[in-house]
C-alpha cells in the first residue's frame, strides 16, 4: 500500500491550493479517507475525512470549516483538499491517511500514511 502526496507549495494569504492523494496497491472502497497537518513544534491533528463510500459525513477541523473541502475520485483511487483563503496559521506539512471505515479522523485511527507535503503560507 502506498500513498503519495502532492499539490503543497508556498501562497500568500488568502490564496489557494489543492492537495491530491494517489493510493496504490489497494481499493479506496470502504475505507476513511482523509488529510492530516503537522506544523513545527505541534502534534499532527486531522484537518478533514470522509468515508470512501459516501459524500455524507465528512468531518472538517473547526478551523478549516468553510474554507477546506475534501473530495475523492474513487475511479482514481484518490482523494483530494481543496483549500480557499488560506492563512499563515494553515502552514504545516500535510499529510494523507487512510483507516478503516467505522473510525474517526483521528492520527490513531489511520493504517497508512502518505510522504507529508509542505504548505507554507506567507502574511
Known amino acids: 500500500v502506498q500513498l503519495q502526496a502532492s499539490g503543497g507549495g508556498l501562497v500568500q494569504a488568502g490564496g489557494s491550493l489543492r492537495l491530491s492523494c494517489k493510493a496504490s496497491g489497494f481499493s479506496l472502497d470502504f475505507w476513511t479517507i482523509g488529510w492530516f497537518r503537522q506544523a513545527p513544534g505541534k502534534e499532527r491533528e486531522g484537518v478533514s475525512c470522509m468515508r470512501s463510500t459516501t459524500d455524507s459525513e465528512r468531518y472538517y477541523l473547526d478551523s478549516v470549516k468553510g474554507r477546506f473541502t475534501i473530495s475523492r475520485d474513487n475511479a482514481e483511487n484518490s482523494w483530494y483538499l481543496q483549500m480557499n483563503s488560506l492563512k499563515p496559521e494553515d502552514t504545516a506539512v500535510y499529510y494523507c491517511?487512510?483507516?478503516?471505515?467505522?473510525?474517526?479522523?483521528?492520527?490513531?485511527?489511520?493504517?497508512?500514511w502518505g510522504e507529508g507535503t509542505q504548505v507554507t503560507v506567507s502574511s
Open positions: 491517511a487512510t483507516g478503516p471505515p467505522l473510525v474517526s479522523c483521528d492520527v490513531s485511527g489511520m493504517n497508512f
